[in-house]
């Protein structure tokens, strides 16, 4: 599956493949983005967690010989959405291959990757400094590579896509916070990788690569830069319902008290209200899932519009704090928030309108959408369609979907960030 390609100084393909076979899709799918796009810079190649991973050296050897000359880089994810088709691994047990493409004259690439950014260390401070080290390594290596840092040039000429751990590693906050400490401007979004999930539902690490080189529990980062426009945006749907809270402490992920009073206690006050003591049992058990089902998590509120990051608490601790892989700073106000299958709909035209906007061209030459996993349990049969309402909200040529495992992502003009539950989008146009 492929589509035509386009001139001008960017130039971006697709392909995809669902064969079963992990080798024949991934030289399938270079074939269809070869007829696309026939000299890329730079692949994103995205996989199915589902493919068997003791294919995955033989399927990157096809993958170089398919392209030699181009940097390859990609990683296991949850689902691949084309066309008006959603091939996801986890509620359909679909298997698919998805390559995007990146060329053109005026374009500059690079990427960088990183073993497990936060080493054999016991979650913790240690863990967190550890991956921040490993987000300031794979930006500097990158942007030495690319040539220039983005400093000297206008923040719409110039991006980037972090290929993150994933929400059930809960690092990629500490390595967006490297990659920033480095180069400040630089503005990110991406996917988080997926191994799938075990039996209580919870995500299991994928595998990230660059060239021939395979990372389990891997970050990668690509950087973009040249004669072209870089646009970022990202949209959830979520909405205020009831009261909140403020954090009073908190150390990286582990949020200890809220309101002064030990976190679980509100946090379950908040999420379950007046129902029995048997649902307060199961939020007690896997505040996730619950809240999953159920439509709704806590919330910060950015300061730059009607947008709540989400802060959905993981997993509640012996002493009574709750694991927040988002990070909640002391001080920042926590929102009972809901999401519902219109509000999440309505999500995907929001961040179509700020692509555009910040783009600053009403036609795209190429979108990547990053739609999380736990979008999929809200909007149910809905799901394949989020692409479709896309294709018609904004005019682009080339488009691929990605289903997250986790997210990083920019809202408006603000700091990217680690978060989930959302619709994020890339995109690029001529300059």
Known sequence: MSGSASGGSVATGVGVSTKDDLVEAVREA?????????????????ITCNHPTDHLTEALAALKSALPATIRVGGSVN???????????????????????????????????SANPGGELPPGPEQAMAATEAGKRIAREALEVLGATVKGEAASSAGAILLGAGIGVGLDQPVVNGIRAIEPRLRLTGPGLSGGVDMSG?????????????????????????????????????????????????????????????????VLELLVGNETEEVRTLFAKNPTVMGVERGITLATQDPEGDFYWCHMPITFLPDGSFIDFFEAKRGSGLSLVRIDKQSCLDAVEQAAGMLVEDVGKPELE???????????????????????????????????????????GCYRAGRPLHTGWVYALFGLAQS
């Open 30 to 46: 270079a074939a269809n983005l070869k007829a696309d796009l026939a000299d890329p810079k730079l692949v994103l190649c995205f």
């Open 79 to 113: 689902g691949i959405a084309f066309g008006d088709d959603r091939y996801d691994a986890v509620y359909g047990n679909a298997r698919a291959v998805g390559i995007f493409g990146f060329g053109g004259e005026g374009l500059r690439v690079s990427a960088a990757i």
């Open 202 to 266: 919870m995500p299991l690490p994928g595998y990230a690569f660059l060239d021939e080189r395979v990372e389990k529990v891997g970050v990668a980062l690509i950087t973009l830069a040249g004669e072209a426009r870089f646009g970022f945006s990202m949209a959830n749907g979520m909405q205020p319902v009831g009261p909140g809270a403020f954090v009073t402490d908190a150390q990286g992920p582990v949020i200890k008290t809220l309101n002064g009073r030990p976190a679980k206690d509100v």
């Open 366 to 408: 190429g979108i990547l959408a990053f739609s999380c996993s736990l979008r999929g349990f809200t909007l149910g049969g809905e799901t394949a369609h989020e692409d479709g309402k896309l294709r018609k909200a904004v005019k682009v040529r080339k488009l691929l979907g990605v289903v997250a495992n986790g997210e990083v």
